[in-house]
């Protein structure tokens, strides 16, 4: 069964900076991309930034370029994002999800962690 | 920020069709597959339509995904109650280079 478990949310003041792992089981995490999408409080998903397999290949959303950098370990088996410049608008819960094979589609989510950005 | 179009809200009652529509452009749904996910309160988002049609496993049959040109539908046939929940339709998007999702479409069923 494919797990990915989020960890390292909370609270930050603005400006500051947070770095988000994720677990991932039941699957051969070489094989796959990686994804981190997030979610605001009552809104819309938001999809954020992209890992290919190799972690070469990296993509982000305009919203933030040069403040979030994407990474993973595969030897231990982990995927990260480093977020830095926070602002209020980063408020969100941030999901893990994978990059699925043979379409463009993301597969399967983790459940979550939240962050949020307040003074 | 959400570059497809969904409608914010449809309703039916039980049994009833309902469908949701997704409209893009040239760079996402015009040239890429089409993924529906659905969003229970309080979860997660799963997987309920990949490749435009193709259904994962476990995901009942009354869900029917479609495509043409720059527009993708859902169709749920026969919704049940349990079927309230938002749906987002998602896309590559070749030339922002991402996953671009739409705002979301809550089902209700009266």
């Known amino acids: 069964e494919v797990q990915l478990v989020e960890s390292g949310g909370g609270f930050v003041q603005p400006g500051g900076s947070l770095r988000l792992s994720c677990a991932p089981s039941g699957f051969t995490f070489r094989s796959y991309g990686m994804n981190w999408v997030r979610q605001a409080p009552g809104k819309g998903l938001e999809w954020v930034s992209y890992?290919?397999?190799?972690?070469?290949?990296?993509y982000y959303a305009d919203s933030v370029k040069g403040r979030f950098t994407i990474s993973r370990d595969n030897a231990k088996n982990s995927l990260f994002l480093q977020m830095n410049s926070l602002g209020a608008e980063d408020t969100a819960v941030y999901y893990c999800a994978r990059e699925g094979h043979g379409y463009s589609t993301i597969d399967y989510w983790g459940q979550g962690t939240l962050i949020t950005v307040s003074s | 920020q959400s570059v497809l179009a969904q409608p914010p809200s449809v309703s039916g009652t039980p049994g009833q069709r309902v469908t949701i529509s997704c409209s893009g452009s040239s760079s996402n749904i015009g040239t890429n597959s089409v993924n529906w996910y659905q969003q229970l309160p309080g979860t997660a988002p799963q997987l309920l339509i990949y490749g435009n049609i193709h259904r994962p496993s476990g995901v009942p049959d009354r869900f029917s995904g479609s495509k043409s040109g720059t527009s993708a539908s859902l169709a749920i046939s026969g919704v049940q109650s349990e079927d309230e929940a938002d749906y987002y339709c998602?896309?590559?998007?070749?030339?922002?280079?991402?996953?671009?999702f739409g705002v979301g479409t809550k089902v209700t069923v009266l």
């Open positions: 890992i290919g397999t190799g972690g070469s290949v990296t």
């Open positions: 998602a896309a590559w998007d070749d030339s922002l280079n991402g996953y671009v």
